[in-house]
């Protein structure tokens, strides 16, 4: 079992910064692989944002956080962290940290991870 608590979202104005924080609890390490971000806005599907490896620390990001966003992981603190810079009104959303029990190359689909937090809210005024 794992669960996930999301943290650090607030609003924040256009070209800003915050850093959001994803606290993982497992029963063992094993229980998850990956951790990864995901984001919905109002009337839109929830989409993949960045994700990490528990071990080797592999990042993958969407195309448009590419540059802006930094995911990061402390194994100690087992949190992961998703550092957004230049934020623009379209990175307004709910963002959702989700986990995985195995290592994955290319998983960027929500159906390609089993535990989900409840969110926390990114609001980027212009």
């Known amino acids: 079992q794992v669960q996930l608590v999301e943290s650090g979202g607030g609003l924040v104005q256009a070209g800003g910064s915050l850093r959001l924080s994803c606290a993982v609890s497992?029963?063992?390490?094993?229980?998850?692989?990956?951790v990864a971000w995901f984001r919905q806005a109002p009337g839109k599907e929830r989409e993949f944002v960045a994700a990490i490896s528990r071990s080797i620390g592999m990042t993958l990001y969407a195309e448009s956080v590419k540059g802006r966003f930094t995911i990061s992981r402390d194994n100690a603190k087992n949190t992961v962290y998703l550092q957004t810079n230049i934020l623009k009104s379209e990175d307004t959303a709910v963002y959702y940290c989700a986990a995985r029990s195995d290592f994955c190359v290319q998983c960027r689909q929500r159906s390609d991870y089993n535990y989900w937090g409840q969110g926390t809210q990114v609001t980027v005024s212009s």
């Open positions: 497992a029963r063992t390490f094993t229980n998850y692989a990956m």
